[in-house]
């Protein structure tokens, strides 16, 4: 092999090893929600968003909370309407793009993007909660909403129902819920 052969190999072998970490990189985070027990990054229509928050009546009074906020356009778009919005992403590049978003939409300083697990984020601090989860997750959902969430709270999800509360509404795959108060019995 002549040593031109030999050199260009080199350069195609480091070129792909960068390639291959690049992606890596760069995908990774987009796996996580597997490891993590939650949905892949499917944002909402735009109009599906506002149809959520019409149906928790959210506004300058509201406290919201987005489970799983992806690229950020529900906090963003709640907080549009005046409302404190937060979101909980564990992908670390949907979280920085949800910051970005707030920012160029002028509602940096009304919103909140933490980077970090749904599942041990404490959501007793909020009077509305969304979701757009997938089916297999929804009753273990329930059962931590129903654990922290005050009596009254209103949650709205997307395209999948919770196993066991009855939703008061629903509109077009819409479905507003009002966290029961807990049984006598429990
Ligand atoms: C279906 S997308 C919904 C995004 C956004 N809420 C919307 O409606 O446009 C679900 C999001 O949840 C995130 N996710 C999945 N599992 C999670 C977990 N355990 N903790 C935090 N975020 C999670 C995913 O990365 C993804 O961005």
């Not at 992606?23 to 506002?50: N, R, W």
Request: contains cysteine.
């Amino acid at each position: 092999m002549s040593p031109f052969t030999i050199a260009f190999l080199t350069l195609v072998l480091i070129a792909m090893l960068f390639i291959l970490v690049f992606a890596a990189v760069l995908l990774t985070p987009f796996a996580l929600p597997l490891l993590a027990f939650g949905a892949p990054f499917i944002p909402s229509a735009g109009k599906t968003v506002e149809r959520m928050l019409d149906a928790a009546s959210v506004g300058p009074t509201t406290r919201l909370l987005d489970l799983g906020s992806g690229d950020g356009r529900i906090p963003v778009a709640a907080a549009k309407r005046g409302a404190r919005a937060d979101g909980i992403e564990v992908n670390p590049w949907l979280v920085w793009v949800s910051r970005q978003r707030a920012r160029l939409s002028g509602v940096r300083e009304l919103t909140a993007f933490k980077c970090g697990n749904l599942w041990t984020y404490d959501v007793s601090a909020y009077d509305v909660v969304t979701v757009y989860g997938l089916g297999p997750i929804m009753g273990k959902l329930e059962q931590k909403l129903l654990r922290e969430l005050r009596p009254g709270t209103r949650v709205v999800s997307q395209a999948f129902h919770f196993p066991t509360w009855r939703p008061v509404r629903e509109d077009r795959g819409v479905m507003l819920y009002v966290v029961p108060k807990p049984s006598v019995a429990a």
